[in-house]
Nanobody, 123 residues
């Protein structure tokens, strides 16, 4: 049974940094792609970043150059380092796990989510 637990969110001023973690269990972590998505109030859930089992990374244009996704297969954990945060980054951040496909960035392709972690960026 896939279980995902996000942590590391909080309140930060614009320009600040946060590091999110997602601890995974119930599947062969090293064989799966992992992703981060976010959902702001009143908006659809959207793709943020993904990392394949091989280490290849993908980013939404809105976070490219500011966010970095990484994984530690020994700890079954995926991270999202967020720098130069902006108020528009405010959202609940979720991680997802699945076999890689061309549609990985589509939130509708995922049915296993953690509880999310709130990130609030003040101006």
């Amino acid at each position: 049974q896939v279980q995902l637990a996000e942590s590391g969110g909080g309140l930060v001023q614009a320009g600040g940094s946060l590091r999110l973690s997602c601890a995974a269990s119930g599947f062969t972590f090293s064989s799966y792609a992992m992703g981060w998505f976010r959902q702001a109030p009143g908006k659809e859930r959207e793709f943020v970043a993904a990392i394949r089992w091989s280490g290849g990374t993908y980013y939404a244009d809105s976070v490219k150059g500011r966010f970095t996704i990484s994984r530690d297969n020994a700890k079954n954990t995926v991270y999202l380092q967020m720098n130069s945060l902006k108020p528009e980054d405010t959202a609940v951040y979720y991680c997802a796990a699945d076999r890689w496909s061309s549609g990985f960035a589509d939130p509708a392709r995922h049915d296993r989510w953690g509880q999310g972690t709130q990130v609030t960026v003040s101006s």
